[in-house]
């Protein structure tokens, strides 16, 4: 195979587009990857990396770094915002024997796209292109090529397979003709990032989740720029108010004091309005050309698991891809990846993300007494926190996927 044969052609330099770089890249096979971007995204979106995705990502030190630059949070909270009370509590110390992460490392997704930068840029054979546009996907049998617009004009580039790994709005996906079934929420989530420190104040862990008939929140702990780090409160808003009215100084110190009342103003350093989706990918494969990340599915953030399955997914890819392209394994290793990734993603992601939204938004009141009495009996057992953790985790459903083949699908 000549070395553009053997070429792997990526579009989208977000964390799950440099991982695949970097895993692709360092087993010696050439690498170009494309980004629309001028750098990095200074993108304040995920943060909580579970310890199915930090055992992935412990090779050459990865998982460290991330705990070294975030916050190590071995616990989460479940509250009744109502009531104030604590309605259940879970240790990931009751899986010290599933992972060597028994624990949720906060660091935001702009440091991992760094750290996985840096690690990309010390391997010869990859190139990261950014400043670059993806405008068009064609493939044939033997080859996939790509029209891009960089900074010399439009140029072509061809390789022996195309990662998609472009977002939610993927040109990959639907250029080539992938359907992105789902639905979109009707509210969207408004995140407003505040330096007051709610542990000290309320005794709030790292990873706490309220439930209100009213309006859930999630609130979490990220380290920023060092100590003493920052707090994150994720909202669901009014559909029938404008981004203006939602983002207004007023609106947002209405919305932080009426969840958390205090008698100072709140110091709001950051504020994003996000549109959210639950959509799959109808295949990861469509001949050349593979999905990963955003681009194969988007989830709501409640439980952080879709930058988690993004992770997952271009460790599984680049694994197969190797194997394919270094040892000859027959093509069909990729079916197999997107039989597993697309089952994690339809199966769990989906399922698990719809349910932490319905448990923490749950109107009636019958409803709600049964959902927070069943999370404090679950948190009161052990073999059933276990089993609870290992689904939250991430580590089920790895496990579910290790055992597929694509003869018993
Ligand atoms: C509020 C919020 C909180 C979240 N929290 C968590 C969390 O705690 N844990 C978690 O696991 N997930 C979380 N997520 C989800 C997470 O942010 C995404 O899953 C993650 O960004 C996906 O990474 P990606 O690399 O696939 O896509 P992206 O980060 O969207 O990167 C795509 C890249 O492709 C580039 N691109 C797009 N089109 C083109 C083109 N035509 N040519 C070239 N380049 C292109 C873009 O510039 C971008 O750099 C959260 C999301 C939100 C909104």
Excluded at 111 to 138: M, P, Q, S, W, Y
Excluded at 382 to 391: D, I
Aim: contains cysteine; hydrophobic residues 40%; proline residues 5%.
């Amino acid at each position: 195979m000549t070395d553009e044969q053997r070429r792997i052609l990526i579009a989208g330099g977000g964390p799950v587009g440099l991982l695949c770089a970097w895993l692709l890249g360092r087993q010696g096979i050439p690498v170009r990857l494309f980004d629309v971007n001028e750098g990095p995204q200074a993108d304040p979106r995920a943060a909580t990396t579970h310890p199915a995705t930090l055992d992935l990502l412990a090779d050459d030190g990865l998982s460290a770094d991330m705990a070294r630059v975030g916050l190590v949070a071995p616990i989460f909270q479940f509250w009744d915002r109502p009531t104030g009370r604590k309605v259940a509590e879970f240790d990931h110390a009751l899986l010290k024997d599933d992972t060597e992460h028994p624990f949720v490392v906060q660091c935001e997704q702009f440091k991992t796209a760094k750290l996985i930068l840096e690690r990309a840029r010390d391997v010869a054979n990859v190139e990261i292109l950014f400043g670059h546009e993806v405008l068009n996907v064609e493939q044939t049998g033997s080859d996939v090529r790509v029209e891009v617009r960089g900074p010399d004009g439009v140029t072509t580039h061809s390789g022996g397979w195309l990662i998609g790994a472009d977002g939610g709005r993927s040109i990959v996906r639907k250029q080539s003709g992938i359907a992105f079934d789902g639905f979109t929420w009707l509210e969207r989530f408004i995140v407003l990032t505040t330096p007051f420190d709610f542990e000290r104040s309320s005794g709030y862990c790292y990873r706490s989740y309220f439930a209100d008939p009213d309006e859930w929140c999630n609130c979490f702990k990220v380290s920023a720029d060092g100590p003493p780090g920052l707090w994150r409160t994720v909202y669901p808003t009014n559909p029938a108010l404008s981004e203006e009215e939602l983002m207004s100084d007023a609106a947002v110190q209405a919305r932080m004091q009426k969840f958390f009342p205090s008698n100072e103003p709140y110091e709001i350093v950051h504020r994003n309005l996000y549109v959210t989706h639950q959509r799959v990918a109808e295949t990861f494969r469509k001949g050349r050309v593979l999905l990963a990340g955003d681009s194969a599915h988007l989830n709501n953030p409640i439980g952080g698991m879709g930058l988690n399955g993004g992770i997952q997914d271009a460790a599984n890819l680049a694994d197969k891809l190797g194997r394919v392209i270094l040892d000859r394994a027959p093509d069909s290793l990729l079916d197999l990846f997107s039989l597993q990734r697309r089952t994690v993603a339809t199966e769990f992601v989906q399922q698990q993300s719809i349910e932490n939204k319905k448990r923490l938004e749950a109107r009636d009141p019958e409803t709600r007494k049964r959902n927070l009495d069943e999370l404090s009996a679950i948190a009161a057992d052990p073999v059933r926190a276990r089993q609870f953790l290992l689904r939250t985790s991430m580590i089920a459903s790895q496990r579910r996927i290790a055992s597929m083949t694509l003869e018993a699908a």
